[in-house]
DNA sequence: CTGATCATGTAATTCGTTACATGATTCC
DNA sequence: GGAATCATGTAACGAATTACATGATCAG
């Protein structure tokens, strides 16, 4: 592995065209966020790394005065960012949940206490379900003026995600009340 | 929020009883890793850091001349746990998914290079679906001889989160076929 | 004219992994 | 005797967030 999975965000939307710092920051918070989110302090020095590199080329175009780069795939760039589409490296994967964590120590609660949290869980779930709901329609929207059709499919995914969150946690809150029996913390 | 989630993590463990470093790491490898990892790296220094704060208190007992120091909660820690629990500050969710943001930039491949990718997902999952049905029998008949239920129910969880994984894995590439258009790179 | 948005960047800090060093004991 | 496991720890590095600083333009 060389280059980091932020540069290949970057690289990825790139290929969409050209796009400044702060256009990657704001794509990135609507769309690949879910799964692989970036902040500025990553974003900005990297469009340089990756510049030196040749992978992509920044263009200072000040529009109306306004101080602005915008940068596009190099060739190299697009080459680079195939390598790693087709590649079978070891894929990166990690979820960090709270809500689980809390759920896996619950056995020091009480039953109550503990079918509380798991409301908690299920609400959270389903705000970011809404969110998610917020950006379909325009998602939609981009698929069938345009081609791409993955960006629609992985939103989907995380719908269908966020569904089965909260599936899970109306599940695991009957059985809590269905296994009645006292269970003091 | 005062303490990091890792010394959560430590804290939960904890609470089954005196535990050494050594002890977490091999506990946490076989069961919260899937949602919340932790290496010795943060769990050595954490553990002196909750022995400072009188969360945990260490005590040497050197096992047939083998240096080791294990730990136990103090009431203080016990109380800083259950208040994290029932605690209803924002969740840490988080997840980062290679093989996902893979997809999302798919549109760069030919339907035959995203179907082997979809696929090369789907057998990862797989990987970690058999993986975790391992631990299963295990945590089933700790379950039976104990009183802890959370972490029988965790686990369960894992294992619906991969299959529901491949499953989804499964339906993207189905659609993929379908979707049978010529779409070149 | 004022708040939202566009736009770029850095510094400090936190979080976490990996690799290394060390050494005892237990099981085969 | 040798491999696996028990056991503790540190150093270096990398990844990522947060907060800050700065300033222009645009929409109402």
Redesign the pocket.
């Known amino acids: 592995m060389e280059l ?3 540069a290949y965000v970057i690289l990825g939307t790139l290929r969409l065209g050209q796009r ?4 990657i920051k ?1 794509l990135v918070d609507v769309s690949t966020r879910f799964f692989w ?6 974003i ?2 990297e ?2 790394r990756l510049e030196k590199a040749g992978l992509v080329k920044g263009e200072r175009d000040p ?8 940068y596009e795939l190099t060739p190299e760039g697009e080459r680079a960012l195939h390598a790693w589409l087709v590649s079978d490296d070891p894929l990166h994967f990690e979820l ?1 949940h709270e809500g689980l964590l809390k759920l896996f120590f619950s056995d020091a609660l009480s039953s109550e206490e503990a079918a509380a949290q798991i409301r908690r869980l299920r609400a959270e779930h389903e705000r970011i379900l809404s969110e998610l709901r917020t950006i379909e329609p325009h998602a939609r929207a981009k698929q069938e003026e345009g081609d791409k059709r993955f960006p629609l499919m992985t939103l989907e995914f995380g719908i269908a995600y966020q569904q089965f969150l909260i599936d899970y946690c109306s599940e695991m809150e009957q059985r809590l009340v269905a296994g009645t029996g006292a269970s003091g913390s």
Request: charge should be positive; charged fraction near 30%.
């Open positions: 980091s999975k932020t400044t710092g702060y256009d704001s989110a970036a902040s500025y302090g990553q900005y020095p469009l340089r529009q109306n005065g306004r101080r602005r780069k915008a960090r």
